[in-house]
C-alpha cells in the first residue's frame, strides 16, 4: 500500500493554519496559512517545497478559505487524499484519545466548550465547514487535552468542593499533549528506548509553554490546569498567581473579571516583567544590552520553569531524560542553561558545545558526559496529528 497523506487543519477564531502530510515523509508536502477571515484583507499563504504563493480572499469566511485550501491540498496530493486531522483544544473528560468525527462527537465537543470558550468554537468552524465540503472524507479530531487524560486523580483535581468538579468539571486538563506526545516518543527513539518503557520531563517552551512527566507512554502530570494560564510563565500569561489576586485587584483598584482576565492573560508574562516584549529573541537581544526589565523577565522564566520541572519529577519512579522542545525550548540555548543551573540536585549539567549548537531545527543530546540525558527535540503537533488520524483509520 502507498504511503497515506493526511491535512492537517487547526482553526482559530481568524484563521487557519494547515498542513498536508505524507506518513513516510518527515517534511510536509504543502502546508499554509489563512489569515484574517472575515474582513477585507482575508489572504491564503501556501508553500510546496521551495514554491510560495499568496491568494487574496476579500470577505472570505473560514468554508471559503476551506474550500480554497483543500483544492491546493488535493492537487498536492495529486488526488489522494485519506482523511483530515482537525485540532481541537479542549476535550474535557469525554475524549481519552483521536476521535471520528459524527454527530456524537461534534455535540460531545460543543458541551466542552465553555472550558475553552476562545478555542473550541473556532476549532468548530473548521470541522463543520470541512464536513460539508467533503463528507466522504473520514475526518478526526485531535484534542490539546486528551493526552493528560491518564492523570491520576491525586494529580488532576483541585481542592475545591465536590461538586464544582462534579456537576462543573473543575479540575486540571492540561494543554500541548500533542507536542508532549510527540516529542516524548521521538526522544525514546533517539535513545534506543521503548516509548512504553521510559521516563521523560518535557519543557514546551513558545508563546505558551508548559511541562508534562510522562512514564511508559502516558501523562503523569502537567504544568496547565483548567486553563493554558495556570503553571510557568509565558509570553503574555502570568503562569501561577496567588488566586486572591483576583479579590486584591477587584477590592484595592475597582477592577473587573474582564479587566484582570485581561491582565493575566494578556499583558503579564515575559511582556509584564519585561515591560518590552513577549518574545524572547528580543528579550535576549535587550539583556545583552543591559536592559533591565528584559533580565528580570529572563530570570524569572527559567527559575519557574526549573520550579515546575522539579515539581514534575514527583510523578516519575526513574528519569531518563529531559526534553527541551517548542519555538524556546529549541532554540534559547541560554534559556535551557540557566533552567539547569537551578536543577543542581537532578544532577543536570549541559555540554556546552552542543548546547549552542543545537538550534534553528537541530536536534541532538546537549548533556555533560556522565550526567543525565538533555535531549533537544523539535515538536511536530502536525504529524502527530496526522499519526493519531491514520491510527483511527487503521
Request: hydrophobic share 40%.
Amino acid at each position: 500500500m502507498s504511503a497515506r497523506n493526511i491535512l492537517v487543519i487547526n482553526c482559530g477564531s481568524s484563521s487557519i493554519k494547515f498542513a498536508l502530510v505524507n506518513e513516510a515523509q518527515e517534511t510536509f508536502i504543502v502546508s499554509g496559512l489563512a489569515e484574517r477571515l472575515g474582513s477585507p484583507e482575508a489572504v491564503l499563504h501556501w508553500q510546496q517545497g521551495e514554491y510560495k504563493d499568496s491568494l487574496v480572499l476579500p470577505g472570505a469566511d473560514h468554508r471559503q478559505a476551506l474550500s480554497h485550501l483543500l483544492l491546493i491540498a488535493q492537487q498536492a496530493a495529486a488526488g489522494d487524499l485519506h482523511g483530515i486531522g482537525h485540532r481541537v483544544v479542549h476535550g474535557g473528560e469525554h475524549f481519552s484519545g483521536a476521535s471520528r468525527l459524527d454527530a456524537s462527537s461534534l455535540q460531545a465537543i460543543r458541551q466542552v466548550a465553555p472550558l475553552a470558550p476562545l478555542h473550541n468554537p473556532a476549532n468548530l468552524l473548521g470541522i463543520e465547514a470541512a464536513m460539508k465540503l467533503f463528507p466522504d472524507l473520514v475526518q478526526v479530531a485531535v484534542f490539546d487535552t486528551a493526552f493528560h487524560q491518564s492523570l491520576p486523580e491525586h494529580a488532576y483535581r483541585y481542592a475545591v468542593p465536590q461538586a464544582l468538579y462534579a456537576e462543573h468539571g473543575v479540575r486540571r486538563y492540561g494543554f500541548h499533549g500533542t507536542s508532549h506526545h510527540y516529542v516524548s516518543h521521538k526522544a525514546a527513539q533517539m535513545s534506543g528506548l521503548a516509548f512504553d518503557a521510559s521516563s521523560w520531563l518535557v519543557a514546551h517552551l513558545g508563546n505558551g509553554s508548559s511541562t508534562c512527566a510522562v512514564e511508559n507512554g502516558h501523562s503523569r502530570d502537567t504544568s496547565m490546569g483548567l486553563t493554558p494560564l495556570e503553571g510557568l510563565v509565558m509570553g503574555t500569561r502570568s503562569g501561577d498567581v496567588d488566586p486572591n489576586l483576583h479579590s486584591h485587584l477587584a477590592r484595592t483598584l475597582g477592577w473587573s473579571l474582564e479587566q484582570i482576565d485581561t491582565l493575566l492573560n494578556k499583558d503579564s508574562g515575559l511582556l509584564g516583567l519585561s515591560g518590552l516584549s513577549n518574545d524572547m529573541r528580543t528579550l535576549e537581544q535587550a539583556r545583552e544590552q543591559g536592559h533591565a526589565g528584559a533580565t528580570l523577565a529572563i530570570e524569572v522564566f527559567c527559575y519557574r520553569l526549573a520550579k515546575s520541572l522539579a515539581a514534575m519529577s514527583c510523578a516519575l519512579r526513574r528519569l531518563d531524560g529531559l526534553i527541551f522542545t517548542g519555538g524556546i525550548g529549541e532554540n534559547s540555548a541560554l534559556i535551557r542553561s540557566k533552567t539547569l543551573e537551578h536543577l543542581s540536585l537532578l544532577n543536570l549539567k549541559l555540554d556546552v558545545q552542543a548546547n549552542a549548537r543545537c538550534i534553528r531545527g537541530v536536534a541532538g543530546a546537549i548533556h555533560a558526559n556522565g550526567h543525565p540525558r538533555v535531549l533537544v527535540v523539535p515538536t511536530n503537533e502536525e504529524r502527530q496529528i496526522a499519526l493519531d488520524t491514520l491510527a483511527l483509520l487503521d
